[in-house]
């Protein structure tokens, strides 16, 4: 078994993981950050986000507004300090990532394009055309590699953590290429390891999505906290997971949970579609025009001839919601402390 020394061991390369390996450059440059990842990071599941991410830049906006939509589409049961933390933060955040070269949709005079998405009364939704994700991915991936003190460890799957006298000092690896063990000794492990959407059968989720982190995690007697809430997208195709509709305006763009649950009522009363994958119902884009759709839906229009053998210029194309993201996760606080000491939790394994 191979002894790498750190000084800080990231678990998971996606956007979460290379965000928190990031920071921690910038906190002290001279810590040695070893960033494991069971996939190459520009494959990581955070590049198939297409919609982007919420920020207040209109002036008919608010923090207060950007508060109570999330609080209010959370159906009260968010932990209402960690949106404050998020809503009074996101922004400064998302100038970051410009300024780290993320290509954020502008409008015709400069401004920051933003737009509505579900459970919002104003738009304020920051994207990259319909491939957010995918440019955020890059732009981190990007910065990451000035940092000479961030050294990949690119699949390699982590197997468990070291735990000594109550606290964490490492992790145990296996590189996947070759079977061999390694033992990564450290001062704190982040875990960044993204949610547990495939154990759903339909799912939008990468099939590298499985909750290892959660599981690591739990066995070593950290609490998983809110575990019953899982998001379901209301508009995956059967059959597929592939999720091509993140900003459709079913329903004026109502929360996800409330679309979806719309569906499962439908099918109670038996007026859906049936096909090969289950139940579906029809998404109509045609009073949109083919112009319109050719220019601003290029990746829905290939997705669904791809995968559905469906034209949405000419006809409707059959969804059904899907699992989509995990809610809950590793127990943490907004600084992504866990109870065990050494232990961090990040991105979507963590319950923040």
Known sequence: MQVVKMDIVVVGGGGAGLRAAIAVNESDPQLRVALISKVVPMRSHTVAAEGGSAGVVRTDDSLDYHFNDTVSGGDWLCDQESVEYFVTHCVEEMVQLEHWGCPWSRQADGHVNVR????????????????????????????????????????????????????????????????????????????????????????TNAGIVTGDGMGIAYRHGVPLRDMEFMQWHPTALPGTGIEPFPRAKAMELGPRDRLSQAFWYEEQKGRTLQTPHGSAVNLDLRHLGAKKIHERLPLITEVSKTFVGVDPVTAPIPVRPAMHYTMGGILCNKETETPLPGLFAAGECSSV
């Open 116 to 203: 509505f998405f579900g459970g919002m009364r104003v738009q304020r939704t920051w994207f990259a055309a319909d491939k957010s994700g995918f440019h955020i991915l890059h732009t981190l991936f990007q910065t990451s590699l000035k940092y000479p003190s961030i050294e990949r460890f690119d699949e390699f799957f982590c197997v468990d953590l070291i735990v000594e006298d109550g606290r964490v000092r490492g992790v145990v690896a296996i590189e996947i290429a070759t079977g061999e063990l390694f033992l990564f000794e450290c001062k704190a492990v982040i875990l960044c390891t993204g949610g547990a959407g495939r154990v759903f059968r339909q799912n």
